[in-house]
């Protein structure tokens, strides 16, 4: 199957009008059309148009238009790649890259380093939010005014005292040192590798398509040695200067506005 077979089938077997209603909700039929505000910019009178049968929408006051995966595309604000996979999975068809073996590699890495930051994630917003040993966290959130509304939109979650708790809990996700030191993770110094952060309160970098690319510390006390935040380094996933935090958390209040 080639990547234009691909294409087709998946357009074929989404219906663009479910597709665009969690983004339009006040879709109305008139004639073959429906018709609605358009998502894309500002209006009072509907002028975005979406016609099931021919699977393209159109905003005749902005211009935007285009097929099912290009409205994902530009709703979502993600790029060709992304779109297509996200479309391919809602229409249940698997997609087939066809790549050289380097850039399989690479995918491949990408995928681990985001499994290994989502495993984390979970981690550290269990110990603060179910573990014994979040309470020093939990006291300090309080203090700090964060909510637990705040804490659970943020995914925030606390590194506990230690030096190779993380890094015991995903050794036995079978990632390995190595890997986990240089993807941020862990630290080496003075021939051993233990976790990078540790009584910190944590903060995920996650980036605009929802994926956790790096992390923030944030020290909870006062006495602790070290600086005040500890960041992820840039990896294969992620680029500080394309990366704004709390984007992910905002899009949608962005998109409305």
């Known amino acids: 199957m ?24 006040v879709l109305k039929r008139s004639g ?7 998502p894309f910019h500002k209006e009072k009178t509907p002028s975005f148009s979406v016609n099931p049968e021919l699977g393209l929408f159109k905003c005749f006051g902005c211009g935007e238009g285009g097929d099912v995966i290009k409205f994902i595309e530009k709703i979502e604000g993600i790029d060709f790649a992304k779109a297509l996979e996200i479309a391919g999975a809602k229409a249940g ?4 890259h066809h790549t050289s073996p380097q850039q399989q590699k690479e995918v491949q890495i990408k995928q681990e380093i985001l499994r290994a930051n989502s495993l984390s ?27 637990k509304e705040i804490v659970k939109n943020f995914s925030i979650g606390l590194a506990p005292a230690g030096y190779e708790n ?4 995903l050794l036995k996700k079978g990632f390995k040192e190595k890997d986990l030191v240089a993807w941020g993770l862990l630290v080496e110094k003075n021939g051993k590798i233990y976790d990078k952060f540790r009584k910190r309160l944590m903060f995920p970098v996650i980036d605009h398509q929802g994926d956790v690319v790096g992390f923030s510390g944030r020290s909870i006390e ?6 005040k935040y500890l960041n992820s380094p840039e990896t294969a996933v992620y680029k ?3 990366t704004l935090y709390g984007l992910f958390q905002a899009k949608d209040s962005i998109r409305k506005a």
């Open 93 to 96: 068809v698997k997609i087939v």
């Open 2 to 25: 080639n990547d234009r077979t691909q294409i087709d089938e998946i357009k074929n077997k989404l219906d663009i009008v479910n597709i665009v209603t969690p983004y339009v909700p």
């Open 166 to 169: 993380l890094k015991s809990f």
């Open 240 to 242: 500080k200067s394309k």
């Open 32 to 38: 073959r059309n429906y018709f609605g505000l358009c």
């Open 121 to 147: 994630l979970e981690y550290f917003n269990y110990i603060l939010l179910k573990h014994p040993l979040g309470q020093i966290g939990r006291d300090y959130a309080h203090k700090r005014k964060l909510t």
């Open 222 to 227: 006062t006495e602790e040695k070290g600086p």
